[in-house]
T-cell receptor, first 111, second 114 residues
Framework: RKEVEQDPGPFNVPEGATVAFNCTYSNSASQSFFWYRQDCRKEPKLLMSVYSSGNEDGRFTAQLNRASQYISLLIRDSKLSDSATYLCVVNERNRDDKIIFGKGTRLHILP | EAQVTQNPRYLITVTGKKLTVTCSQN?????MSWYRQDPGLGLRQIYY???????DKGDVPEGYKVSRKEKRNFPLILESPSPNQTSLYFC?????????????FGEGSWLTVV
């Protein structure tokens, strides 16, 4: 099983719709979780951290399920500007703070 | 403004000609890292550094060298570039050894080896 797995997509979603995607991780000792956003040919940028209690930032909601070892990202009322690749990032504290990036999920918001 | 700066942003070079990609951060971060990104393979870590004079191999270190003589700088060296090192390279930095802290990326360096 790969360390961090994401559905590569692309997810083609009409503007205004709600879209959600998950990311699974294999190391149960993983400590920190993040979602990064990467636009085409640009550097990744932090979208949001994922806390055990879940967190929400405007139209974006991130959740962590430790029992099933996955994190999720929900985007409500999607905008054209949400089109990007979303990277799942997992920090494994027990391996020299190893940071593992998922390969990303591509999202296309359609007008 | 907090930033990670890498140069050059775009480079076409020939096989075997040594090159260095510089990386500098102005946030006093201890942790710095280099990644390469290739289609279908995502971000792969080349080398990382937890602090000055401390460097470690990532997942794909072959063909690369790094140094960390100063906290702010973390250059990536390709002693003898080969075509399979054609890629998009990102330098990144983070505070506190990266644990749970935001990773800041440079804008990327597009390298083509012919």
């Amino acid at each position: 099983r790969k360390e961090v797995e994401q559905d590569p997509g692309p997810f083609n979603v009409p503007e205004g719709a709600t879209v959600a995607f998950n990311c699974t991780y294999s190391n149960s000792a993983s400590q920190s979780f993040f979602w990064y956003r990467q636009d085409c040919r640009k550097e990744p940028k932090l979208l949001m951290s994922v806390y055990s209690s879940g967190n929400e930032d405007g139209r974006f909601t991130a959740q962590l399920n430790r029992a099933s070892q996955y994190i999720s990202l929900l985007i409500r009322d999607s905008k054209l500007s949400d089109s990007a690749t979303y990277l799942c990032v997992v920090n494994e504290r027990n391996r020299d703070d190893k940071i593992i990036f998922g390969k990303g999920t591509r999202l296309h918001i359609l007008p | 403004e907090a930033q990670v700066t890498q140069n050059p942003r775009y480079l076409i070079t020939v096989t075997g000609k040594k090159l260095t990609v510089t990386c500098s951060q102005n946030m006093n971060h201890e942790y710095m890292s280099w990644y390469r990104q290739d289609p279908g393979l995502g971000l792969r870590q080349i080398y990382y550094s937890m602090n000055v004079e401390v460097t470690d191999k990532g997942d794909v270190p072959e063909g690369y060298k790094v140094s960390r003589k100063e906290k702010r700088n973390f250059p990536l060296i390709l002693e003898s570039p080969s075509p399979n090192q054609t890629s998009l390279y990102f330098c990144a930095s983070s505070s506190g050894g990266s644990s749970g802290n935001t990773i800041y990326f440079g804008e990327g360096s597009w390298l083509t080896v012919v």
